[in-house]
């Protein structure tokens, strides 16, 4: 394999890097960020609002990304102009597929490493044919093989780093809310849809009443802003809901729980990412492309029909036994 570039040996290469705009995808792209930044770039990233709280315990400057095609234009000229201090030359890749992710960081002078999608090869210096059948966070990881001209083994987890002031939002939450060690964290929302069926599963509201008054354990929701805090408020009166938590004090939370229970969605994710006990209910998605990665995930399936709330409730039982067991 032809390396794409080699960083400098000093000082090190800065490298921009788009991130992808949902909290699963960035959340899988975290080892291969890890790998780049090991291999001696300096990475600095843009993506959407909540990535820089998400991304925190890394330490990697996280730009927020304009809404604009012209000020995202401007906004990688600005950081290219600045990072090229001292004879340095900035490179680029990008984790999108689209066109415009491509076409901006070129007109900006960051000719950069992404997949040959949609017809913008032309506007990469290295053009990664995208891996078929792969799961996501692979998908990632040969990009950044293409990018450093070198394989390596996936990782079988992904080393999240939380911030200290993550946990220390999480225990004034904790603390404040009357959370008990051995709480349960439920994801029961999920944006978009997977082959155009939806991914939240139906039985989500009976299964929390069920697990409080089976276990006696408190069931805590962290929902969005707007109509998924309203929807939980309507759909689960009994759960304990925590609105405006960031992705930091969300991961940090998910990292006390004794079991996350989650729909496919950004959060279940995060909850495998910091080695929560992690439940994924899937319905329509390949698990092989989508499931959460790392050795403490569970994962209820029955497709083509959704898992009745017996069998979750079996399951979610059977890993919180094994957990005090353990």
Same mark, same amino acid.
Request: hydrophobic residues 40%; charged residues 20%; proline residues 10%.
């Given at each position: 394999?032809?390396?794409?570039?080699?960083?400098?040996?000093?000082?090190?290469?800065?490298?921009?890097?788009?991130?992808?705009?949902?909290?699963?995808?960035?959340?899988?792209? %975290?080892?291969?960020?890890?790998?780049?930044?090991?291999?001696?770039?300096?990475?600095?990233?843009?993506?959407? =609002?909540?990535?820089?709280?998400?991304?925190?315990?890394?330490?990697?400057?996280?730009?927020?990304?304009?809404?604009?095609?012209?000020?995202?234009?401007?906004?990688?000229?600005?950081?290219?102009?600045s990072l090229s201090a001292g004879g340095r030359c900035p490179v680029g890749l990008t984790f999108p597929y689209s066109f415009s992710s491509a076409l901006e960081?070129?007109?900006?002078? +960051?000719?950069?490493? =992404?997949?040959?999608?949609?017809?913008?090869? +032309?506007?990469?210096?290295?053009?990664?044919?995208?891996?078929? =059948?792969?799961?996501?966070?692979?998908?990632?990881?040969?990009?950044?093989?293409?990018?450093?001209?070198?394989?390596?083994?996936?990782?079988?987890?992904?080393?999240?780093?939380?911030?200290?002031?993550?946990?220390?939002?999480?225990?004034?939450?904790?603390?404040?809310?009357?959370?008990?060690?051995?709480? %349960?964290?439920?994801?029961?929302?999920?944006?978009?849809?997977?082959?155009?069926?939806?991914?939240?599963?139906?039985?989500?509201?009976?299964?929390?009443?069920?697990?409080?008054?089976?276990?006696?354990?408190?069931?805590?929701?962290?929902?969005?802003?707007?109509?998924?805090?309203?929807?939980?408020?309507?759909?689960h009166p009994r759960a304990i809901i925590l609105e405006g938590v960031g992705m930091g004090a969300y991961g940090a939370l998910m990292k006390q729980a004794a079991l996350v229970v989650s729909n496919d969605?950004?959060? =279940?994710?995060?909850?495998?990412?910091?080695?929560?006990?992690? +439940?994924?209910?899937?319905?329509?998605?390949?698990?092989?492309?989508?499931?959460?990665?790392?050795?403490?995930?569970?994962?209820?399936?029955?497709?083509?029909?959704?898992?009745?709330?017996?069998?979750?409730?079996?399951?979610?039982?059977?890993?919180?036994?094994?957990?005090?067991?353990?």
């Open positions: 394999m032809t390396p794409a570039l080699s960083p400098s040996t000093a000082p090190p290469t800065p490298l921009i890097v788009r991130l992808r705009n949902w909290v699963g995808d960035v959340v899988l792209s %975290v080892p291969t960020l890890q790998r780049l930044q090991a291999s001696g770039f300096e990475l600095h990233l843009v993506g959407k =609002g909540w990535a820089g709280d998400l991304l925190a315990g890394f330490g990697w400057p996280v730009h927020k990304l304009p809404s604009g095609h012209f000020e995202r234009l401007s906004q990688l000229r600005q950081l290219k102009r960081m070129r007109v900006a002078g +960051l000719r950069p490493t =992404g997949f040959s999608y949609e017809g913008r090869s +032309l506007l990469l210096r290295h053009a990664v044919p995208r891996p078929s =059948g792969l799961h996501t966070l692979e998908e990632y990881w040969a990009l950044g093989s293409a990018f450093l001209g070198r394989e390596a083994p996936l990782p079988a987890s992904i080393q999240w780093a939380v911030h200290p002031k993550a946990t220390a939002q999480a225990q004034a939450l904790q603390l404040n809310q009357g959370l008990k060690p051995g709480y %349960v964290l439920a994801c029961p929302f999920a944006g978009g849809t997977f082959e155009s069926q939806d991914k939240r599963w139906p039985g989500f509201a009976e299964f929390i009443d069920r697990m409080m008054d089976q276990t006696g354990r408190q069931v805590v929701l962290c929902p969005g802003p707007g109509d998924e805090a309203t929807t939980a408020h309507r759909d969605t950004g959060p =279940g994710h995060l909850a495998a990412a910091v080695g929560a006990p992690l +439940l994924s209910v899937l319905g329509p998605t390949e698990p092989g492309l989508w499931r959460p990665w790392g050795p403490g995930v569970h994962i209820e399936r029955h497709w083509p029909r959704w898992p009745q709330v017996d069998e979750v409730l079996a399951r979610a039982e059977s890993i919180l036994k094994s957990s005090i067991n353990g």
